[in-house]
């Protein structure tokens, strides 16, 4: 198909343009035909009115850089950028690729002033009669036209810094001239080798060079140089790794202008043709982003962080475009031997692509600090098998899951709570294996609750004091010191602590709060633990300790912390949580966890085993750890299920989460001095490895002061009643609860409470 005719106005305005400009560039120009000769002193009048009319002031702009993202010792973790660029001084590229770009685009670029009239005035004419377009630019114009294009913030923009047409070269010129006036060649050549695109993702002669050679600029063999060179022309033709034959094409014509210039010996010029593009490149893969790094969930925590946080800047916009800018040095709260350990400990215990489709993730958090020390889980990221980019160990808006329920992790804020109530720790509450909770009042004002019916894991039961039941995971002792305590106190107890829903949905009072179905992430546990660890001074979990700028500034974050639950309360509660790990209780539900030196601990076991956790402190870590299936706990509970090689009829807390929590914590812990909890514990508490725990004849003492001063202990609604223990039907499901009085489809109740049987349909009475 011709092309259409190109109108006389159109090429009276490019000529009129050329002559614009050389007459505003201060040159003058002869012996140059121009088309339609007659009209362009008019063209040329209003060239010079438009071109006195565009704005000079240009300003370069940093280019984007790398950034990187350390450890807490400095160790890099990640590098993060918009463009693969690492600046370097002009001295640091090969004085060959410094040549061969001089030979390929601007011969002339020495000589002009900015803008080159001899190719000008060819590009101009040959656009003007309708023959391909010809870019004229000099490397000083490339320039402009790059610094243009990175700074552009819309699409618009950068349409505008590419559209191929008279008005945009002409801007590009007035630029030039003007950037020629602010910076000496050496400058300008520099920049444009720090900002120019030499494809595979490589920006500046130094990334290339690494990308293309895996070798610094400064290294580049004459070959080597020439093959970059050639590159700025078009980067995805000429890619040596995707077509070679090109590219040792459009090589050698750079070494055969070098040689026609001067650059280069006849021979340096044989040696380098002969030398094949294939045995000259050396790729190396660039890594970029969270994806690359070998602690993925924490980078990508890490980064959300950054971005929210107002000291990195004042809107969200200004903090993004200070990551697209980069050249940040980050260094996180990231410990390497906490971290290394947690991510051998989810790995060893269930791998990533095992078949069960099970997860594991755990948090690690420094009391007193909110310093997330670690975060892991037992997939890589992607979305293969054994792959995913949800972090199951943080909250939703954190890039994570709406979280799972907890189970019995959450019984320690019940026994804050009670204790922050008055109730001793010695006092013992008869907590038999299961027992109905008449309807009416939890301690929520005015506010009465269903009757429900509670029951431990087993059917086992006693009078237990709060050391024991905590230890043994009594269900029926905590929902009674929850109603003692109060529901709504409870509650409030946990969000004191840091407690908040994954989805970030509010947080209701419930009968089953203490049995823990709030759904939560392992980080939100994790660092609510830490609360109790740093004697009731919450702090706001964090992964940035400090970012430095590309100017060398530093901004550093300064813990979040505020004191929240009473310290006699907080340390109270931690001499309970320690006799559930250490001591002498019998059964102790965490006495596999033992580190050798103190601390606390709570398995949790979600209902119908959805969801099987373990949770637990020392003075300097805090740790919570998950494991469950992220298909749907309830789909796929953790029962009858095959996980590294083992067969479980029902996995607990102290199974697979326990013993991931142990190990991550020894590895965590394996460089820190043994130290010891600095309680100053209401009622005199001391930690179980201190002697502390279960006392048979304080138990008494207590229990017969409260008898002689007729305190309730109980306030809240009616007595539980105790009930026969029934193993497989859930009473609490709508139509299994029978109250006194109520007909059934086979009998009638009678005078006490029972269950319907499922399968026949039966009245079964509890008593």
């Not at 109108?7 to 003058?28: E, P, Q």
């Not at 077509?243 to 001067?262: H, I, Q, S, T, W």
């Not at 013992?428 to 008449?438: C, E, G, H």
Request: hydrophobic share 35%; proline share 7%.
């Amino acid at each position: 198909m011709s092309k259409p005719p190109v109108s006389t106005r159109t090429k009276v305005i490019a000529a009129g343009m050329f002559v614009g400009v050389s007459v505003a560039a201060g040159v003058v120009v002869a012996g140059i035909a121009l088309p339609a000769a007659g009209a362009v002193g008019g063209g040329a009048q209003a060239a010079v009115e438009v071109y006195g009319g565009l704005p000079t002031a240009f300003t370069a702009p940093p280019l984007p850089r790398k950034s990187v993202m350390t450890a807490a010792d400095g160790t890099e973790i990640a590098t993060l950028y918009a463009e693969n660029r690492v600046e370097v001084p002009l001295d640091a590229m090969a004085v060959d690729l410094q040549h061969a770009i001089v030979a390929i685009e601007d011969s002339r670029f020495y000589e002009h002033n900015g803008v080159d009239l001899r190719g000008t005035a060819r590009a101009l004419a040959n656009n003007a009669t309708g023959q391909e377009v010809q870019g004229a630019s000099t490397i000083t114009m490339q320039y402009v036209k790059n610094v243009l294009v990175t700074t552009a913030k819309t699409p618009e923009e950068v349409q505008a810094a590419t559209a191929v047409n008279p008005s945009r070269k002409l801007q590009e010129m007035r630029y030039a001239i003007e950037v020629e006036k602010q910076l000496t060649k050496a400058q300008i050549l520099n920049n444009y080798l720090n900002i120019s695109y030499f494809g595979a993702g490589a920006y500046g002669a130094e990334a290339a060079s690494q990308r293309y050679f895996s070798k610094p600029a400064t290294e580049l063999t004459l070959s080597q140089a020439a093959l970059l060179a050639g590159l700025v022309q078009s980067p995805t033709v000429y890619d040596p790794t995707i077509d070679p034959a090109a590219a040792e094409k459009r090589r050698n014509e750079v070494l055969d202008r070098m040689f026609e210039l001067g650059y280069i010996t006849p021979e340096e010029h044989a040696i380098s043709l002969a030398v094949p593009v294939t045995g000259d490149i050396n790729p190396t893969e660039p890594v970029n982003g969270c994806a690359a790094s070998p602690f993925p969930y924490f980078c990508d925590y890490a980064i959300r962080q950054f971005r929210i946080n107002p000291l990195f800047g004042e809107t969200p916009e200004d903090r993004e475009e200070l990551l697209r800018v980069g050249g940040l040095n980050i260094k996180t709260t990231l410990d390497m031997n906490a971290q290394v350990a947690a991510q051998d400990a989810v790995f060893s215990y269930i791998p990533a692509e095992d078949p069960s489709g099970k997860a594991a993730a755990i948090a690690m958090v420094q009391p007193g600090t909110g310093h997330v020390m670690a975060m892991a889980q037992n997939r890589t990221w992607g979305d293969g098998v054994g792959q995913t980019t949800y972090n199951y160990a943080v909250n939703e808006d954190e890039g994570g899951t709406i979280g799972m329920q907890p189970g019995s992790t959450f019984k320690i804020f019940t026994i804050a709570s009670a204790l922050q109530q008055g109730l001793n720790p010695y006092e013992r509450v008869n907590a038999t294996s299961q027992m109905l909770f008449p309807a009416g009042d939890w301690g929520c004002g005015d506010q009465n609750f269903e009757p429900f019916v509670g029951k431990n894991a087993n059917d086992y039961g006693g009078n237990y004091d709060m050391f024991t039941a905590a230890a043994l995971s009594a269900n029926t002792w905590f929902l009674q010191r929850e109603r003692d305590a109060g529901i709504c106190p409870t509650v409030e107890m946990a969000k004191k602590a840091g407690i908040v829903s994954a989805s970030g949905a509010e947080i209701p009072p419930t009968i089953t709060f203490t049995l823990g179905v709030t759904e939560v992430s392992p980080l939100t546990l994790a660092n609510a633990y830490a609360t109790f660890a740093n004697h009731g001074v919450y702090c706001q979990a964090a992964a940035i300790q400090s970012v430095v700028d590309r100017d060398g500034k530093e901004t550093s974050t300064t813990p979040l912390c505020e004191p929240r639950v009473a310290r006699d309360i907080a340390d109270a509660t931690t001499a309970v949580l320690t006799s559930v790990v250490d001591g002498n209780i019998n059964g102790r539900t965490g006495a596999n966890m033992s580190l050798g030196r103190e601390t606390t601990g709570k398995t949790g076991t979600s209902d119908s085993n959805s969801a099987v956790w373990y949770a637990g402190y020392t003075p300097e870590l805090s740790a919570a750890v998950w494991v469950g299936d992220p298909r749907g706990g309830f789909q796929y509970p953790m029962q009858d299920v095959t996980i590294n090689g083992q067969f479980y009829s029902e996995v607990f807390g102290g199974e697979l989460p326990g013993p991931i929590w142990k190990q991550a914590m020894n590895g965590a812990l394996a460089d820190t001095p043994y130290s010891s909890f600095d309680l100053q514990a209401k009622w005199d508490l001391v930690s179980a490895q201190q002697g502390g725990g279960p006392n048979t004849g304080k138990s008494a003492v207590v229990e017969a002061a409260i008898k002689a001063s007729g305190t309730d202990t109980s306030p809240h609604g009616p007595d539980p009643i105790k009930q026969k223990y029934t193993k497989d039907a859930d009473p609490n499901t709508p139509g299994n609860q029978v109250e006194p009085g109520t007909t059934t489809g086979n009998s009638t109740t009678g005078d006490s409470y029972g269950y319907i049987d499922p399968s026949t349909g039966a009245y079964i009475p509890y008593n």
